[in-house]
């Protein structure tokens, strides 16, 4: 059970010998090869979903999206995650479905066998799937007798296979959605309190709407990354080549304005590792006001690190969101790379990670256990701090209150 929004799990129900659609978010593939595979967390995850349902004896029917795919694209399939799942899951046999629209295929389907997985090639591949499609949505649920989804970083989207089959199929929720709600919603609902937001990573204009939502509980927000700078630009500091934008000045200004009117701080780096930008320049350490004309900044300095340690330290809860600098070159990763040990050693406080770039960010690292929650929704997890819900889950909620 999902007690936050009352939605039965697959462990509420007794499922068994049924053919059912998985609705999972196995979009890992590296793009930039279209073979190798990103960090594998959000398969893992959903791993357990799978075996607990096969073991009942239920043949599985897995649908996920690869992303940034336009039409059918040999470079977007979902072959190479098969493989991957083939590797973890030894005694049954991973099939990939390469058009389930196909009326060849209806023979795989029907005589599909409890040792086999059926995956759907990238839903992507279809463009009803993006427009929600009713024919397409249909078909889709016409493969199942029950839809399971455990897709929570797929859950903020209105595409056919997050919230189209609910409609037609008994539909229940798996375990790593039942892990992603239950740790964001108690921190949204309920957080032990000082709460801190850290927000880092490009664009503030991705990020205002969450900024503004979690300014009325949190206790402090800390901005770093790109983002920050379009702050620190709007409060008249000169950043030189920094990455800013200049169309969000006026809403930097209005955060920092409402934000002393609800008892939130909200704290800025006063230093930076600033670097001539696109060269093998290293950087040197600047203070906030000081920032040579010809450099960008790319990481927080060393006293921003110790002011952000202490507030985590002295925190009951900290939600970290987007790295603190521009991490992927090694000469600039030091602020994002002690946001994560801050919070591995914040051992009495509830600590949750999440986002696309933060979890490559700490791909790798070690003392993972250490941290309360590490969200796989980038996305979805802004949206679900934002909204308090996704339409994922309401569309479960629906399917549910009707059955
Ligand atoms: P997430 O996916 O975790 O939400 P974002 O997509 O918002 O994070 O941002 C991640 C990107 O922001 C990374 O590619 C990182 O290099 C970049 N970034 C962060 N700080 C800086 C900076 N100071 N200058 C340039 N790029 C930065
Ligand atoms: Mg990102």
Known sequence: MIELFNIKTIDDVDIQNKRILVKVDWNILNLHDGTSLLD??????????LQFLLEKGNRLICVSHISKTKGRDPMRSIKPVANYIQSKMGQYVVKVIDDFLDPQQAQTFSNQHNNEILVLENIRYYPEEKKNDPEFVRKLSSLAEVYVNDAFSADHREHASVVGPTQYLPSYAGFSLKAEVESLGKCIKNPDKPLTFIVGGSKISTKTDL?????????????????????????????????YEQDQIETAKE?????????????????????????????????????????????????????????????????????????????????????????????????????????????????????????????????????????????????????
Request: with cysteine; hydrophobic share 40%.
């Open 40 to 49: 594998t967390r959000k398969v893992d995850d959903t791993l357990h979903t």
């Open 255 to 403: 955060i920092l304005n409402d934000a002393q009117h609800q008892s939130c701080t909200i704290i800025l780096p006063f230093d930076v590792v600033a670097a001539a930008p696109d060269s093998d320049d290293v950087g040197d350490v600047y203070q906030i006001d000081r920032i040579p004309e010809n450099t960008s900044a790319l990481d927080i300095g060393p006293e921003t690190i110790k002011k952000i340690q202490d507030i985590i330290q002295s925190s009951r809860t900290i939600v970290w969101n987007g790295p603190v600098g521009f991490f992927e070159k090694e000469a600039f990763k030091k602020g994002t790379d002690s946001i994560y040990e801050a919070m591995t050693q914040a051992q009495s406080a509830t600590t949750i990670i999440g986002g696309g770039d933060t979890l490559t960010a700490i791909k790798n690292k070690q003392n993972q256990d250490k941290i309360s929650h590490i969200s796989t929704g980038g996305g979805a997890m802004l949206t679900f701090i934002e909204k308090g819900t996704l339409p994922g889950i309401e569309a479960l909620i629906a399917a549910q209150s009707h059955s």
């Open 211 to 243: 900024v503004r939502k979690v300014m009325s509980k949190a206790d402090t927000i800390v901005l770093g990354g790109a983002l920050a700078n379009t702050f620190l630009h709007a409060q008249g500091h000169a950043m030189g080549k920094s990455l």
